[in-house]
């Protein structure tokens, strides 16, 4: 079941970092924010963000294993695909480490980690649906934290969150050798 959930890495440890060293910074008691994150795979992130900064963090994932996964690890999991079952103005903040290698569709494998990893040609394809659908989601002083990487383009996404509502401020960055990758935190 391993090989099927995308498992913690840099981008994770990341994410998860920036996320917790935010929350701490706006905020002594975050015990009555409901976070989420989009895309849990094995609930690594939401798991550190809740017993670091005192929240609630939801988890939800398209894989069916990784959503196993992620309750195991003790994070309330619901299947789903990216925000859809969600109501209006319910999260404080969402969370999204998303798929983003840019893959040729000749090189696609219709798998689960493939799913978990390809941004489709640009690295975009799922970054800018989620952009699109959550401000519905999102609380009217909520936030969304945003893992970016250079190879699909942190400008492009930028620009992207702005047609969608949002001003972008990169809370970190970290060079790998054959990218960087940077959190965006979005707000409206």
Known sequence: METEVYQPAEDS???ADAV??????????ASDDLLLEVGTGSGYVAEQVAAQ????VLGSDLNPHASRQARERGVETLRADLLTP???????????????L???????QDDWMEVALSGGEDGLQVVEPFL???G???????????????????????EIAEKAGFSAVALRDESFPFETLTILKLVR
């Open 102 to 108: 840019p893959t040729d569709p000749d090189d696609e």
């Open 13 to 15: 440890r990341l994410l």
């Open 132 to 134: 699109a659908a959550v």
């Open 86 to 100: 969600f109501r209006d103005n319910t999260f404080d903040a969402v969370l999204f480490n998303p798929p983003y």
């Open 136 to 158: 519905r989601v999102l609380a009217p002083d909520g936030a969304v934290y945003l893992l970016v990487s250079s190879l699909a383009g942190v400008e492009e996404v930028v």
């Open 53 to 56: 900064t005192g929240a609630r």
């Open 20 to 29: 917790v060293a935010d929350y701490k910074e706006r905020s002594e008691d």
